[in-house]
C-alpha cells in the first residue's frame, strides 16, 4: 500500500532540511534509493535490517524494500487557510496526504531568523493548528450548509448529518483537532468521507540542537504536555545532525559518526519508523531467487487482503498462504530447513499476518 506523509510547519524551523535528508537517504544503503517526482515531493525507502537479512540467506537477483512518499508542503504562515502565501493551494496537497509531520522549532540560535521573531514552539504549533482547524471548518460549513437544503424537505438522514456535524464544528471550533472528538460509529463513518486535515494522525517532530539530541530540553518537555491529549505522537531530531549524517559517502562513516553522538541510527529512520506506527501499519515478507520484497499493511490483516497488496488476483483466487516467521527463518537458515523442522504453518483466510512473517500465497484465478 502506498504511504503518503506532508511535513509540515512555519518557515524556517527544520522542515525543509529535514525533507532533504531524506532525499539523500540512499546514502544510508544500497537498499534504499531515493528518486524525485517533483521539487517537493521524495519517494524513499523504509529502513528495514530484517530485509537485508533475509537476503544474506537467499540471495535474491532483487532486494526490493517498501517505500513511503514524503511531501514538503511548504507555504504554511498564519493566515494560509484565507489564501495567505500559497495557502490554498499546499493545503490542498495535505488532504492527500495519510499522515502529517509537524516540525516544530525546539532550539535557540540569533544566526537562524524566526518568522515571529522569537522561538516559542507553542505559539507556532498553535498558529499551524488553527489554519489546518479553520480549513477544516470550512469544508463542514458547507457540507452542513448542503445538508441543511436538503433537510428542508424533511430528509431525516440529512436532519441527522446536521446534529453530527454541528458537533464536530462545536468541537474544533474550542481549538482541537478533529481526531480527537469522541465520535459513535455513524459519527465516524459521515466524516471520515470528509478527508478533514485534522483528522490525519500527527506526528509531532521536535527540531533541536546538538546538545539536546540525546534528552531534549525544556522546550520539547513544553511541547510533550501540550499534545498529552491529542492522540499524537512527538519525536527529537536534530536535522544539522540529521544533515551531516546525510552528506557522509559510505555507512562506515555514517556508522562511526553516530557512535560519536550517542545515536544508534539515523533520526529519519526513527521517523520512518515512527510513522509506521502512527498509522498502525506492519510489514510481511516474499523471499525467493528472483527478489526479496517488504510489503506493508495494516495490523490485523488476514492473509487474503495481504494478498491483495502484490496483486488483486491473489485475493480472488485465494486458497491458503504458506507461513515462517521471521525469527524461525533466521533460526534455520532457509525454507527447506524450516519445512524440516515445522516450522512453516498452513494458514487459511482467518489467520491474522504477524509483522515479520515471510508469506508464499497459494491461488487460483
Known sequence: MALKCGIVGLPNVGKSTLF??????????ENFPFCTIEPNIGVISVPDKRLDEIAKLVKPQKIIPTTVEIVDIAGLVKGASKGE??????????RETNALIHVIRCFDDDNVVHVDGSVDPIRDKETIDMELQIKDLETLENIKEKNLKIAKSGDKQAQKNIVCLDKYIGHIELGNPARTFDANEDEQSLVSSLNLITMKPVL????????S?????????LVKASIKDEQAQVLTIATAIEAEIA??????????FLEEMGLDQPGVNHL???TYSLLNLQTYFT????EVRA???????????????IHTDFEKGFIRAEVISYDDFINYGSEQNCRDNGKLSIEGKDYIVNDGDIMHFRFNV
Open 20 to 29: 532533504n535528508c531524506l532525499s539523500k537517504a540512499k546514502a544510508q544503503s
Open 85 to 94: 502565501g500559497l495557502g490554498n493551494k499546499f493545503l490542498a496537497n495535505i
Open 213 to 221: 539530541v540525546l534528552d531534549g530540553n525544556d522546550y520539547v518537555s
Open 204 to 211: 509531532y517532530v521536535c527540531n533541536v540542537d546538538e546538545s
Open 295 to 309: 510489503w506493508t499493511i495494516v495490523k490485523g490483516t488476514k492473509p487474503p487482503k495481504a494478498a491483495a497488496v
Open 247 to 256: 552528506e557522509l559517502e559510505s555507512i562506515d562513516e555514517q556508522l562511526l
Open 287 to 290: 523471499a525467493g531467487e528472483k
Open 272 to 274: 520512518i519508523s515512527s
